[in-house]
């Protein structure tokens, strides 16, 4: 496994949602009220779309492009009875660094 920082601790507040750039991957890290803290891939599941606009009420991630709303403690779809989860990413916690497993992480490309 290779884990990989992806922000400090006190960059997400419980209840709160970030999401952060990996290379190439999107990470969407989750504090559910009264959980702990969980990492997804920042893409919905239903329909390959960027989580960028999502909503979260301290449980449902929200996703505005079709209404998709996924409960942010198990990642599974709340809105539709479907098998569609959220893809979670193993993460621990060392010191103050929050770090995930992305797997094999490409290089963003620069900017033209």
């Known amino acids: 496994m290779a884990f990989t920082v992806i922000c400090n601790k006190d960059a997400l507040a419980e209840g709160a949602m970030g ?3 990996v290379g ?3 990470v ?3 504090w559910p009220t009264g959980g702990e803290i969980k990492a997804y891939r920042g893409r919905c599941p239903h329909a390959d779309m960027p989580l960028t606009e999502s909503t979260f009420d301290g449980k449902t991630l929200m996703c505005t492009h079709h209404m ?4 942010c403690n198990t990642g ?3 809105t539709h ?3 569609n989860a959220l893809h979670p990413y193993e993460i621990k916690i060392e010191g103050d660094e929050i770090q995930v497993d992305v797997g094999p992480v490409k290089p963003a490309r620069a900017p033209a």
Do not use: A, Y
């Not at 998709?68 to 409960?71: A, K, Q, T």
């Open 68 to 71: 998709w709303g996924f409960d």
């Open 76 to 78: 599974k779809c709340s």
């Open 28 to 30: 969407l890290l989750v």
């Open 19 to 21: 999401l952060f750039q």
């Open 81 to 83: 009875l479907v098998r």
């Open 24 to 26: 190439k991957k999107s």
